[in-house]
């Protein structure tokens, strides 16, 4: 019995020892994994955003272009037309009738001579005019239809990040009209119809009253001044004041030879010629001038709406796709 005893107390402080080192050790805690990193959009976004503004600069510089090749072309056509309506309106017979004009709506009153000034710049330049005008209006549609191409390109795209590539895309043309290109952008959930509010450009409109209207304005002044000394003569003649209304075309011619003589007319009409074609000439030469400007200024504005159009698309697409995977 005694010799139990040691064996039972060395059993009892081992059992003591494992209990206590048991309740002194501390449990073991697994670490949650941590969450997969989140993912940086804007890596995918801006690399389609820039080939966007790429393709925007490049139309716009296609379009500078055809602008510059546009106003040369019809530049050289104005001038022609020009040499031609100045050759007609300083003949001699022209000439005649222009004083005649001239004299009566000073007495009489009226706007004879306008209204037969006005048909050297309608018959001549009305078309060239209207045509480069035409020409301008195109190129511009030309740039409005790469601008929307561009813009839902990136939209379609854009659409694509994080959706199933077999899902519907936009149909992409060269040639989509502006209701087209709304309703493209509605299907991909986004609103252009305000990136084109108060944008509108008419070269012909703009063609007819900063150069036909310019044109027109300054062959009276010029006929008045050089033909001053026949109208006054015209219009204090005897003959001039028993008249009761404009004369036929042969009686103009008549009635001129009566108050003066072929030499006045002729110095005169030299000089009419050449000053007109002058004033003509220059006056294409700043038109056109204008025009040019006035196209690559509205090119430049509706380059940066649709700009700002498609970065508003970036910026959406990227609030959308941070916030679904919150």
Not at 150 to 160: E, G, I, R, V, Y
Not at 175 to 197: H, I, P, T, Y
Not at 236 to 245: H, W
Not at 284 to 308: C, D, F, P
Request: aromatic share 8%; with cysteine.
């Amino acid at each position: 019995m005694k010799a139990i005893l040691p064996i039972l107390l060395l059993a009892a402080i081992a059992a003591g020892g494992i209990v206590f080192f048991k309740m002194g050790k501390k449990p073991v805690r697994l670490d949650p994994e941590p969450p997969p990193p989140a993912i940086d959009y804007s890596s995918f976004i801006k690399p389609l955003a820039d080939q966007a503004n790429n393709r925007n600069l490049a139309a716009l510089k296609t379009f500078e272009m055809d602008v510059n090749r546009i106003i040369k072309h019809h530049k050289s056509k104005l001038r022609s037309a020009v040499a031609a309506a100045v050759q007609e309106a300083a003949d001699y017979g022209s000439c005649c009738k222009i004083v005649y004009y001239l004299a009566w709506d000073k007495v009489r009153g009226g706007t004879n001579a306008r209204d037969y000034l006005d048909k050297f710049t309608t018959r001549f330049l009305d078309r060239p005019v209207a045509t480069m005008g035409k020409d301008l209006n195109e190129a511009v549609e030309q740039l409005s239809y790469k601008l929307r191409g561009s813009t839902l390109t990136l939209a379609t795209d854009l659409a694509a990040i994080g959706a199933s590539a077999d899902g519907p895309r936009p149909a992409v043309s060269d040639e989509m009209s502006q209701a087209d290109f709304d309703k493209a952008m509605r299907d991909l959930g986004l609103n252009a119809s305000g990136v084109l509010v108060s944008m509108v450009f008419d070269a012909v409109a703009i063609g007819k009253s900063q150069l036909l209207a310019i044109l027109q304005k300054k062959i009276g002044p010029i006929a008045a001044r050089l033909f001053g000394k026949q109208i006054a003569k015209l219009a204090g003649s005897a003959a001039f004041a028993a008249g009761d209304g404009p004369l036929p075309v042969g009686d103009i011619i008549a009635a001129g030879g009566v108050i003066w003589t072929s030499y006045d007319i002729y110095a005169s009409q030299k000089e009419f010629e050449a000053e007109l074609y002058n004033s003509w000439t220059n006056s294409v030469q700043e038109g056109t001038n204008k025009m040019h400007k006035q196209a690559i200024a509205h090119a430049s504005e509706l380059v940066e709406r649709y700009q700002k159009l498609q970065g508003n698309i970036s910026s959406q697409t990227l609030g959308h796709l941070s916030g679904a995977d919150k």
